[in-house]
């Protein structure tokens, strides 16, 4: 079987983005792919913003073997299960989520992986997780009208010289009223205010408007 590294730890195989499973023989519900005894968990794109991004051609992803992690809206875990695989049990993902519901279903996930910390807490409060360390990566996906403004009020608080933010923008949370395309151009603009954009992909047609950026200070 062909297997290729197109990120660290994020595989090709057939045609398929795979990452490779941390504990084996646990899954969601995704397809597994065994190769000489390396079992491989499909990351589908219409899924997952971060493997739509991928799928649609980001040039840098920021997410490595250890790397430390605030995720921004981690809801049950799913994407960030895939982040865990990537990052190995020497890297961290504090995982923030303002549903009860939400959280319950991350515990369990946090439980089986060792390398997820759940925070149930307010992405718009970086304060009420002041106690979080510095990370390499913040990622955020959060359905919020004022998704650009919290990804910078948490880089201010939580991001390490020299890391990275992703931001997966739904342009119908932040207007439902206006075209996605100028909502994605401003979100653009407000970034670059304080960021260095290194990507920017709409994600159609996995995620319809939908846009992912891929940024660091400047
Ligand atoms: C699109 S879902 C996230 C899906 C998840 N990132 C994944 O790919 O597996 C958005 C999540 O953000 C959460 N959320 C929205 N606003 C939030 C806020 N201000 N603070 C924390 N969580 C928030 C919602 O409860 C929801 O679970």
Redesign the pocket.
């Known amino acids: 079987m062909k297997v290729k590294e197109i990120f660290e730890g994020v595989f090709l195989i057939g045609g398929q983005l795979t990452t490779k499973n941390l504990i084996s023989g646990r899954s969601y519900s995704e397809k597994i792919i065994n190769d000489g005894g390396r079992e491989y968990r499909v990351w589908n794109p219409e899924?997952?913003?971060?493997a739509a991004a991928i799928t649609r051609g980001i040039k840098n992803f920021p997410i490595k073997k250890g790397s430390k992690i605030l995720?921004?809206?981690?809801?049950?875990?799913?994407?960030?299960s895939y982040f865990s695989d990537i990052i190995g049990n020497d890297g961290i993902i504090y995982g923030?989520?303002?549903?009860s519901r939400?959280v319950s279903d991350l515990v369990r996930a946090c439980e089986q992986r060792g390398n997820i910390v759940p925070i149930k807490?307010?992405?718009?409060k970086p304060e009420d997780y002041s106690w979080v360390e510095k990370v390499d990566v913040i990622y955020e996906?959060?359905?919020?009208s004022e998704q650009v403004a919290?990804l910078l009020r948490n880089v201010e608080a939580f991001l390490k010289k020299g890391g990275y933010a992703m931001i997966?923008i739904?342009a119908r949370s932040i207007d439902v009223t206006k075209d996605p395309a100028k909502i994605f151009q401003e979100s653009l603009a407000a970034i670059k205010t304080r960021m260095e954009v290194l990507d920017y992909v709409t994600l159609g047609p996995y995620e319809v408007d939908h846009a992912f950026i891929v940024c660091r200070p400047m």
């Open positions: 899924k997952s913003k971060a995720y921004l809206g981690i809801a049950q875990g799913q994407t960030a923030v989520e303002f549903s939400a807490a307010d992405a718009r996906d959060v359905a919020d919290i997966g739904k």
